[in-house]
């Protein structure tokens, strides 16, 4: 019997590659036209932050990856053909931020990418917020 034309997507190779900043690793998982959306305060619902294809995807990623800050995944349901989990991150000043991510998963990468993300609001000394 031939082998399967489709590839199986390895959510644990995400996990270990967002938990150790592997933007190489992450940049991989991703198909040639996939498209990434990001919600958060900045970029709401009718406005997010839309990359498209995976050279924008892999800058993203080499940008998030090179800062000083953990990331931890969890809380992951995966199926054949979409995935989501939670990714919970922590910079040194105390800032934490919550993502809750979906993937649509083709041929076992990923073409769409769903982000929703909030943040700690961090107090600069002069009393101001980083959004301020």
Not at 39 to 67: H, N, Q, Y
Not at 75 to 97: I, K, M, Q, S, W
Not at 113 to 131: I, K, M
Request: hydrophobic share 40%; charged share 30%; with cysteine.
């Amino acid at each position: 019997m031939a082998a399967s034309a489709t590839e199986s997507f390895k959510f644990d190779d995400l996990k270990q590659a967002l938990e150790h900043s592997d933007a190489a690793t992450l940049a991989g998982l991703y198909a040639d036209d996939a498209e990434m959306v990001i919600v958060d305060r900045s970029r709401p619902p009718s406005s997010p932050m839309t990359l498209s294809g995976k050279e924008a995807i892999a800058a993203f990623w080499r940008d998030v990856c090179s800062r000083n800050m953990t990331h931890r995944v969890g809380r992951e349901v995966v199926g054949a053909d979409r995935a989501a989990f939670v990714e919970e991150c922590a910079y040194p000043d105390g800032c934490h931020v919550m993502a809750s991510m979906t993937l649509d998963l083709r041929d076992g990468r990923i073409a769409k990418h769903l982000t929703v993300q909030a943040w700690d609001e961090v107090t600069r000394p002069t009393g101001r917020s980083d959004t301020d």
